[in-house]
C-alpha cells in the first residue's frame, strides 16, 4: 500500500509539473511573438543618405528595403550623411564587381516601433551570401535605408507555438492529475467479502437480499403467537373460583415435662 500511495504522488506531481511547464512555456513564447517586431527592426543593416555602406549578407534570400525615419541621423564610419533638396528617395544595390542587384518596387510592409517608422520601398534578391555595396540619396538625413526581412514574419510562427504548449501542457498535466485521482479513488474503496468464512448465515441471507434490492430476509410469521404487553392489565374473563389459598402447615405446642 505505501508504494502505490508513492506512484500515485508521482503522478500527480508529474502532472503538475507538465502543467506549469506549459503554461509558463506558453507565455514566454507569446510575450516573444510581441517582442519579435521591434527585436527583427533593431536587426536591420542601415544606410544613411549621401553615403556608400558595405552590407554582408549571411545567406541568400529575398530582403525589404525600407524607407525609415528614425528621427536620429545615422553616422557612417568615413562618410558625413548629405541630402539633395528635392531629391527623392532611392536607392542601388551593387555586388563587390559592380553588378547592380535588381530590385522589384513593393510597398506592401510597413511598421511603427520605437526603432523607428519605415515603409517598404522594393524587395531585392541575394543570390550569394557575401559583401555588397548599397548608396542611398534623398533629402533628408534622418531619413535613412533599412534592409531586412518583415518585421511581421515570425510573430505567427511564435503564437502558434505558445498556444500549441500551453495546450499541450494543459491536456498532458490534466491527464495525468485524473490518472492519480482516479488511481487514488480506487485504492480508498474498501469491499468486504459476501462470505467471510465462517458459513452463510441468516444474516448473509439478508445482506445479500438487501444489496440486491430484494427486501431483507425474515422469518415468517407464526398466526397462533399473540404479542403480549407485559405492563399491560390483564383483562382475561375470571372463571368464577377463588383464587386457592394455602393455609399454613400446623404446629404441635412443645412438650413440657408435666404429664397430667
Not at 243 to 253: G, Q, S
Amino acid at each position: 500500500m505505501p508504494k502505490r500511495g508513492h506512484g500515485r504522488g508521482v503522478i500527480a506531481a508529474i502532472g503538475l509539473l507538465v502543467l506549469f511547464a506549459g503554461l509558463v512555456g506558453g507565455a514566454v513564447l507569446w510575450i516573444l511573438a510581441d517582442r519579435e517586431p521591434e527585436s527583427a527592426a533593431e536587426s536591420f543593416a542601415r544606410a544613411a543618405p549621401g553615403c556608400t555602406t558595405t552590407l554582408t549578407f549571411g545567406e541568400a534570400g529575398e530582403f525589404f528595403v525600407f524607407e525609415e525615419l528614425s528621427g536620429v541621423a545615422l553616422a557612417t564610419e568615413g562618410c558625413q550623411p548629405s541630402t539633395l533638396p528635392g531629391r527623392p528617395f532611392t536607392f542601388t544595390v551593387v555586388t563587390r564587381n559592380g553588378t547592380e542587384v535588381p530590385r522589384v518596387d513593393d510597398d506592401s510592409v510597413s511598421y511603427d516601433l520605437d526603432v523607428g517608422q519605415g515603409t517598404s520601398v522594393a524587395r531585392i534578391t541575394i543570390t550569394e551570401p557575401g559583401e555588397y555595396r548599397i548608396s542611398v540619396l534623398g533629402d533628408d538625413p534622418a531619413v535613412v535605408a533599412a534592409v531586412g526581412g518583415d518585421p511581421e514574419a515570425g510573430v505567427e510562427r511564435l503564437r502558434q507555438g505558445a498556444i500549441v504548449a500551453a495546450a499541450g501542457g494543459v491536456l498532458l498535466g490534466g491527464l495525468l492529475l485524473l490518472l492519480a485521482g482516479r488511481r487514488s479513488r480506487r485504492a480508498a474503496t474498501f469491499s468486504a467479502p459476501l462470505d467471510p468464512g465462517w458459513g452463510v448465515t441468516e444474516r448473509d441471507h439478508a445482506r445479500r437480499a438487501g444489496t440486491d434490492g430484494a427486501p431483507a430476509w425474515s422469518a415468517p410469521p407464526n398466526p397462533g403467537q399473540v404479542p403480549v404487553n407485559p405492563h399491560a392489565p390483564d383483562d382475561r374473563p375470571r372463571t368464577g373460583r377463588d383464587p386457592l389459598v394455602f393455609d399454613p402447615p400446623a404446629t404441635d405446642p412443645p412438650e413440657t415435662g408435666d404429664e397430667p
